[in-house]
């Protein structure tokens, strides 16, 4: 791929303490995002530090254990969390979240009890329950809930942003994107250093308007530089828009926060291989290949780089073992077209064509990769194969540009001039009606429509001209006389090429024919262009 975008200025200055970390809390908002594996991995990762809040970090380990449905790990992270802090209400919250998931209303109201107690007017703790009884069943227990929120916004005058959270959760498990946006939103309002408000109002918002959720990623980014998800959501997000410099730039910072993931340096080593950074995206996945050397993604990786760099013999051998060591994997179009290039690189033409035939049968609906095929074929001079499958590309277009006609043309001509008489024949006429079709339907029609056409004719008539081939000549030929540029030897863009073949096919005509007098009057045009191409080829060089 082919899209170059320039590197986002703003991400660059912003992450000047990035290696920073929140340590648990980086858990934690993981957690309140939904995204409960990478908080239990940076929770158990920190559960020991010194500055971890541990009855806080049991507590939300039970969570994600409860949502992964292990009741017992659960209980006995919620029972950690109290030995630390008898206090701390939000394991009484774990516990009777777990007695509603075994069927234990009343031993859940006690929990939940517990918790108010020593949560008093916290309001988060009242959204905390109301969350519990919706996780356990929103039907059954709508009135539990209802009273939980009454009791979280009675206590925190209408303010916490916890609550707004749990009804854009709500309104989003009900497929209300856009009402479930706006209370995200009132979260953020209430409490700019919400961090799961803003990525999930930036989830929200992505699939609509992919600027408005980066910006307001970038904004929360801005305030909280150190936080680990805000980096790597942030990046992700432009990955996923398609600015992979900027998302490249921004991985490369967040991986040096303490509370990244070990899947994100090969998520790395890719960000860099779009991002055009072909060495470094080198250096990462050979790094991660010493130690896991059947790591698939850093296998493509590699011969990726490696073909981009123009290392195509090393392409080529690497690009070998991650087809043969991934017998049943899925190979992208990328695959293998990638490894046709580097083959390609090291003059394997022939085997270069045998991967683009590959991903075609693959990927038989994927028109690029039969137009690219089609030119492929082309170049390896199999031009029969080429027509066909530009053709092939062309059925999957419902409304067919002037373009892919016009070009569709061209591969029936250059079929028909390397093909048998009565073969030559028939494809010619494929590519006469494609062309016609051009030129009765352009607004503004060329001299080259012409020029095709006549070659055409002059393809599917023995390669000897006939009258049909000579009126498009004498089309071609009234359109560039409109121009006097086109046979000034001056002029680097001038048609003295065109003119000098029309003039000799004419020549060629009349001899046919027997027209003496024609032959006479064309053969004294062409000397002339020639002529004049002598002066062009005298001309000193500009």
């Known amino acids: 791929m082919k899209i170059k975008f320039l590197l986002s200025l703003f991400v660059a200055g912003t992450l000047a303490v990035g290696a920073q970390t929140?340590?648990?809390?980086?858990?934690?908002?993981?957690?309140?995002?939904?995204?409960?594996?990478?908080?239990?991995?940076?929770?158990?990762?920190?559960?020991?530090?010194?500055?971890?809040?541990?009855?806080?970090?049991?507590?939300?380990?039970?969570?994600?254990?409860?949502?992964?449905?292990?009741?017992?790990?659960?209980?006995?992270?919620?029972?950690?969390?109290?030995?630390?802090?008898?206090?701390?209400?939000?394991?009484?919250?774990?516990?009777?979240?777990?007695?509603?998931?075994?069927?234990?209303?009343?031993?859940?109201?006690?929990?939940?009890?517990?918790?108010?107690?020593?949560?008093?007017?916290?309001?988060?703790v009242s959204v905390s329950i109301a969350r519990a009884y919706y996780n356990a069943d929103p039907v059954k227990y709508d009135r539990d809930i209802t009273k939980a929120l009454e009791k979280a916004r009675k206590d925190s005058k209408n303010a916490d942003p916890s609550i707004y959270v749990l009804e854009g959760d709500m309104l989003a498990a009900a497929e209300n994107f856009g009402d479930a946006a706006a209370r995200y939103e009132m979260a953020i309002t209430y409490d700019p250093n919400n961090p799961e408000g803003y990525v999930k109002f930036a989830n929200a918002y992505f699939n609509v308007n992919k600027d408005f959720g980066i910006n307001k990623l970038q904004e929360f980014l801005n305030a909280h530089p150190e936080s680990a998800m805000a980096q790597r959501e942030l990046a992700e997000k432009l990955f996923l828009a398609d600015r992979w410099k900027a998302a490249s730039e921004l991985y490369g910072k967040y991986i040096q926060n303490p509370n990244h993931f070990p899947e994100d340096k090969a998520r790395y080593a890719v960000l860099l291989y779009w991002g055009e950074d072909y060495p470094a995206s080198l250096a990462i996945a050979d790094e991660i290949l010493a130690s896991d050397p059947s790591n698939f993604l850093m296998q493509r990786v590699r011969f990726l780089d490696q073909t981009a760099m123009g290392q195509f013999q090393a392409a080529v051998e690497n690009a070998e073992k991650f087809f043969a060591s991934n017998p049943e994997a899925n190979f992208t179009i990328k695959d293998y077209t990638t490894y046709a290039d580097a083959l390609s690189g090291i003059g394997q033409d022939s085997l270069a064509v045998v991967q683009y035939e590959l991903a075609a049968s693959k990927y038989p609906e994927n028109g690029d990769l039969l137009k690219n095929l089609s030119t492929v074929y082309s170049r390896n001079r199999q031009y029969d194969k080429s027509a066909e499958a530009y053709d092939a590309y062309l059925k999957l277009q419902e409304n067919p540009s002037l373009t892919d006609l016009y070009g569709m043309s061209g591969r029936y001509l250059n079929a028909a001039v390397y093909a048998d008489s009565i073969r030559a024949k028939e494809l010619a006429g494929r590519g006469i009606e494609y062309v016609n079709q051009v030129i009765d339907r352009a607004a503004d029609v060329s001299p080259m429509m012409y020029q095709r056409l006549a070659r055409l004719y002059v393809a599917a008539n023995g390669k000897r001209p006939d009258a049909d081939a000579i009126a498009a000549y004498d089309k071609m030929l009234q359109l560039l006389d409109q121009n006097p540029d086109n046979l000034n030897p001056a002029n680097p863009n001038n048609a003295l090429d065109e003119y000098s073949e029309a003039y000799a096919f004419e020549q060629a005509y009349a001899s046919i024919t027997g027209n003496q007098e024609g032959v006479e009057h064309w053969g004294k045009k062409y000397q002339e262009i020639r002529d004049l191409k002598n002066q062009q080829s005298a001309a000193p060089a500009q």
């Open 22 to 124: 929140q340590g648990y809390k980086d858990g934690i908002e993981y957690y309140k995002a939904g995204q409960h594996d990478n908080a239990r991995t940076i929770l158990e990762r920190t559960i020991n530090d010194p500055a971890t809040d541990r009855s806080l970090a049991n507590y939300y380990l039970g969570q994600v254990a409860l949502v992964q449905g292990d009741k017992a790990q659960a209980r006995t992270y919620f029972d950690a969390g109290l030995a630390a802090d008898a206090e701390c209400p939000f394991n009484y919250v774990g516990l009777g979240a777990l007695a509603l998931q075994e069927g234990n209303d009343e031993a859940a109201k006690e929990q939940f009890k517990q918790a108010q107690k020593f949560g008093k007017k916290n309001a988060e």
